[in-house]
């Protein structure tokens, strides 16, 4: 068999058998399996109404895409890792997860090599569709560690440094850069404070894959010195089914990110905790599980979290996601000075975990607009994501513009 074929075969037979594992979908995806991957930015998609009424109101200077992941195999010396259960046909669903992330990421025909550098270029691609002035914040993704603050490699699903994100971010003017380290590690302190000095925006944990429990009170010195930096974390909250890890579940409770916001962390929720159950630890140890956005929405309207708690909006447009959680987050007005924008990228560019149709059906998008969001998305999945949030509306109420002009949150540093 020709190799470009036998990749493609390989590419259907792998997603075919693992699809269910990519949003949990069982349905014909109404735009197909795979991201065209369209590069062409025409005219007539950038001037298209939908987009002009998108940016009504918006300073696209203010605009930071406040979560986006930095993929690749590190082919060009960027110290990435990919767990090679990613990679084997033995384990079908992670082979087929790895699959759609690099297709969405249009890095899927790359030639060895160039994979790095090819991932760098779509996204580049991408932001000339954008509005000039806009910004993505490309996170770096920490390895999975023991309890003893030992990195585990084999339980690890993917690792990018953060030297790679801060060297992608010092080279392109639209892009910054948020570091991940884990508050485990021997050389925390020092790792945070290095970043800092070095420009990173934020510090993104993801606490069931990278075996951090939040709550913990190891994280104590790590928070405080976040909180003097007047650093925020974005941690994932709720539950997590796409990438390799400790899998531990549990850790990404929100109510343990108590821990932080107590020692004056700044804390983003990602994704407003929107997928998943939790335990209600408020009424005990073995207390009632609970949707986790019911936990998170508890914290929200705290008074002693506001100003430190928030929620980041990236992925709640998902099939999975899709649920009451985003009528609320559309009509709580109290909570919108407290959210903020984020793609996912590369998610957007997964076609079976999206669906335009079910906003349509679910009357939070007017039907007229499907087909012009289904045309953006074919070119542009980044600009699909931002589009289609600022054109969501749920009894007359749609999303803030503060919502996407997140640059200010991420500028702000404490000054003593």
Same mark, same amino acid.
């Given at each position: 068999?020709?190799?470009?074929?036998?990749?493609?075969?390989?590419?259907?037979?792998? %997603?075919? %058998?693992?699809?269910?594992?990519?949003?949990?979908?069982?349905?014909?995806?109404?735009?197909?399996?795979?991201?065209?991957?369209?590069?062409?930015?025409?005219?007539?998609?950038?001037?298209?109404?939908?987009?002009?009424?998108?940016?009504?109101?918006?300073?696209?200077?203010?605009?930071?895409?406040?979560?986006?992941?930095?993929?690749?195999?590190?082919?060009?010396?960027?110290?990435?890792?990919?767990?090679?259960?990613?990679?084997?046909?033995?384990?079908?669903?992670?082979?087929?997860?790895?699959?759609?992330?690099?297709?969405?990421?249009?890095?899927?025909?790359?030639?060895?090599?160039?994979?790095?550098?090819?991932?760098?270029?779509?996204?580049?691609?991408?932001?000339? !569709?954008?509005?000039?002035?806009?910004?993505?914040?490309?996170?770096?993704?920490?390895?999975?560690?023991?309890?003893?603050?030992?990195?585990?490699?084999?339980?690890?699903?993917?690792?990018?440094?953060?030297? @790679?994100?801060?060297?992608? %971010?010092?080279?392109?003017?639209? +892009?910054?850069?948020?570091?991940?380290?884990?508050? @485990?590690?021997?050389?925390?302190?020092?790792?945070?404070?290095?970043?800092?000095?070095?420009?990173?925006?934020?510090?993104?944990?993801?606490?069931?894959?990278?075996?951090?429990?939040?709550?913990?009170?190891?994280?104590?010195? +790590?928070?405080?010195? &976040?909180?003097?930096?007047?650093?925020?974390?974005?941690?994932?909250?709720?539950?997590?089914?796409?990438?390799?890890?400790?899998?531990?579940?549990?850790? !990404?409770?929100?109510?343990?990110?108590?821990?932080?916001?107590?020692?004056?962390?700044?804390?983003?929720?990602?994704?407003?905790?929107?997928?998943?159950?939790?335990?209600? &630890?408020?009424?005990?140890?073995?207390?009632?599980?609970?949707?986790? =956005?019911?936990? =998170? %929405?508890?914290?929200?309207?705290?008074?002693?979290?506001?100003?430190?708690?928030?929620?980041?909006?990236?992925?709640?447009?998902?099939?999975?996601?899709?649920?009451?959680?985003?009528?609320?987050?559309?009509?709580?007005?109290?909570?919108?000075?407290?959210?903020?924008?984020?793609?996912?990228?590369?998610?957007?560019?997964?076609?079976?975990?999206?669906?335009?149709?079910?906003?349509?059906?679910?009357?939070?998008?007017?039907?007229?607009?499907?087909?012009?969001?289904?045309?953006?998305?074919?070119?542009?999945?980044?600009? +699909?994501?931002?589009?289609?949030?600022?054109?969501?509306?749920?009894?007359?109420?749609? +999303?803030?513009?503060?919502? =996407?002009?997140?640059?200010?949150? =991420?500028?702000?540093?404490?000054?003593?």
């Amino acid at each position: 068999m020709h190799p470009v074929n036998r990749r493609a075969f390989l590419w259907r037979g792998a %997603a075919l %058998a693992g699809a269910a594992g990519v949003g949990g979908c069982r349905y014909w995806p109404e735009q197909g399996l795979w991201n065209p991957c369209l590069a062409e930015r025409t005219e007539a998609i950038a001037n298209q109404g939908e987009v002009r009424a998108a940016w009504q109101g918006i300073d696209p200077a203010k605009v930071w895409d406040s979560h986006v992941h930095l993929v690749g195999t590190g082919d060009s010396g960027s110290g990435i890792r990919v767990n090679p259960r990613m990679s084997s046909l033995l384990d079908p669903a992670q082979y087929a997860r790895r699959l759609f992330i690099m297709n969405a990421g249009c890095v899927h025909t790359a030639p060895e090599g160039a994979v790095d550098r090819a991932y760098v270029a779509r996204m580049l691609n991408l932001m000339a !569709g954008m509005r000039p002035g806009t910004h993505l914040l490309l996170f770096a993704f920490e390895a999975t560690y023991d309890a003893e603050g030992k990195v585990l490699w084999d339980a690890t699903g993917f690792y990018v440094p953060n030297s @790679y994100a801060r060297d992608v %971010a010092r080279l392109h003017p639209q +892009f910054e850069w948020a570091a991940s380290i884990h508050p @485990y590690r021997a050389d925390a302190l020092d790792a945070l404070a290095r970043a800092a000095a070095e420009g990173a925006r934020a510090v993104k944990w993801l606490p069931s894959a990278m075996g951090i429990d939040p709550a913990a009170k190891r994280c104590k010195p +790590f928070y405080r010195a &976040l909180a003097k930096l007047d650093m925020p974390l974005i941690s994932h909250a709720g539950e997590e089914r796409a990438v390799l890890g400790a899998e531990a579940q549990e850790f !990404g409770n929100p109510l343990r990110l108590r821990a932080a916001l107590d020692e004056g962390v700044r804390v983003v929720a990602a994704h407003c905790a929107s997928l998943g159950e939790d335990r209600d &630890l408020d009424r005990g140890a073995n207390g009632p599980v609970v949707p986790s =956005f019911e936990l =998170f %929405a508890r914290m929200m309207d705290a008074a002693q979290y506001r100003g430190r708690l928030f929620g980041d909006i990236s992925a709640v447009t998902q099939l999975n996601r899709a649920t009451d959680v985003l009528v609320t987050l559309l009509e709580r007005a109290d909570w919108h000075p407290r959210l903020l924008n984020g793609s996912d990228y590369p998610l957007p560019g997964v076609m079976p975990i999206y669906s335009v149709g079910d906003l349509v059906e679910r009357e939070l998008l007017e039907p007229a607009r499907a087909e012009p969001l289904k045309t953006i998305r074919g070119h542009n999945p980044l600009l +699909f994501d931002f589009v289609v949030k600022r054109s969501l509306r749920s009894n007359g109420k749609s +999303f803030a513009a503060s919502i =996407f002009e997140t640059r200010d949150f =991420f500028l702000r540093r404490a000054t003593g």
